[in-house]
T-cell receptor
């Protein structure tokens, strides 16, 4: 899984509780992404990061926040989990074209976190 | 909103047959990529075709791109049971992000 570790791999939580998912990479990639995957919707981008403390929203960012205080870690937080956030969450990284800082945009994915909100 | 839409949603074939999946998209792209996802795993990049290319091969994979029709196809020749997976197209529109389709679920029966 390209040096990407997601934790936890499985989590069950209750509605209204905060949840933080962690994505850790070992290869110093600039770009990191959080997706959710749901039946009938495919893969949808939640947030992404283009550097330490540099993040931006994706297609389905409501109810989620992210932080990236160091290159290797990208955290996804559900401030108050809802049942609609039950999903499989994937982290991905993208390397950059040498000398440009531009994303190559071939993405490498972690193994995913299966989150159930009851 | 979904940029790429795969067709069919599901495909079941016998081992040895060819599998063809299609992807349509809406806006101009820099490149289009195909990914595979085995059950319970993350997506794995298969192949990338640039907007100025019409066809690309990689082993048993053949990808075509028609920018005038905003469509791409992925052909897997001589399918094997191990090819059973979901396949996603993803479009790169130059915004440091990819937009994924909903996927085609391929089942290859032994």
């Amino acid at each position: 899984d390209a040096g990407i570790t997601q934790s936890p791999r499985h989590k069950v939580t209750e509605t209204g509780t905060p949840v933080t998912l962690r994505c850790h990479q070992t290869e110093n990639h600039r770009y990191m992404y959080w997706y959710r995957q749901d039946p009938g919707h495919g893969l949808r981008l939640i947030h992404y990061s283009y550097g330490v403390k540099d993040t931006d929203k994706g297609e389905v960012s409501d109810g989620y926040s992210v932080s990236r205080s160091k290159t290797e870690d990208f955290l996804l937080t559900l401030e108050s989990a809802t049942s609609s956030q039950t999903s499989v969450y994937f982290c991905a990284i993208s390397s950059t074209i040498p000398g440009t800082g531009t994303a190559k945009n071939i993405q490498y994915f972690g193994a995913g976190t299966r989150l159930s909100v009851l | 909103s979904q940029q790429g839409e795969e067709d069919p949603q599901a495909l079941s074939i016998q081992e040895g047959e060819n599998a063809t999946m299609n992807c349509s998209y809406k806006t101009s792209i820099n490149n289009l990529q195909w990914y595979r996802q085995n059950s319970g795993r993350g997506l794995v990049h298969l192949i990338l075709i640039r907007s100025n290319e019409r066809e690309k091969h990689s082993g048993r994979l053949r990808v075509t791109l028609d920018t005038s029709k905003k469509s791409s196809s992925l052909l897997i020749t001589a399918s094997r049971a191990a090819d059973t997976a979901s396949y996603f197209c993803a479009t790169d529109v130059g915004s440091e992000k990819l937009v994924f389709g909903k996927g085609t679920k391929l089942t290859v029966n032994p």
